[in-house]
């Protein structure tokens, strides 16, 4: 099966920047989209970005202009610059494959998810 693990996440203040890195492992064909969620306690899960494997990428109209969605797929791996943050950016990032195929069967796999924090 897949695994995916987050790394990159922390504290910092307001309109500073992170970058969260997600790789997937496992013997992996191929990924369709890989992307970025979010959640805060007693909210649904969001979307915060995905990219499919052509790297088109579509945004939350939150983070659209701030936030930078990236993969390589030689590496399994996604990315998300995140710029001019916000306290309201605070939440628990989760990373997302979608589609994944390993020996003739599709996965879909999240992260253990990462803890951002931005303060004000």
């Known amino acids: 099966q897949v695994q995916l693990v987050e790394s990159g996440g922390g504290l910092v203040q307001a309109g500073g920047s992170l970058r969260l890195s997600c790789v997937a492992s496992g013997s992996i064909f191929s990924i369709n989209a890989m992307g970025w969620y979010r959640q805060t306690p007693g909210k649904q899960r969001e979307l915060v970005a995905t990219?499919?494997?052509?790297?088109?990428?579509v945004y939350a109209d939150s983070v659209r202009d701030r936030f930078t969605i990236s993969r390589d797929n030689a590496k399994n791996s996604v990315y998300l610059q995140m710029n001019s943050l916000r306290p309201e950016d605070t939440a628990v990032y989760y990373c997302n494959a979608d589609k994944v195929v390993i020996r003739g069967k599709v996965y879909d796999s999240w992260g253990q998810g990462i803890q951002v924090t931005v303060s004000s």
């Open positions: 990219i499919a494997g052509g790297g088109s990428a």
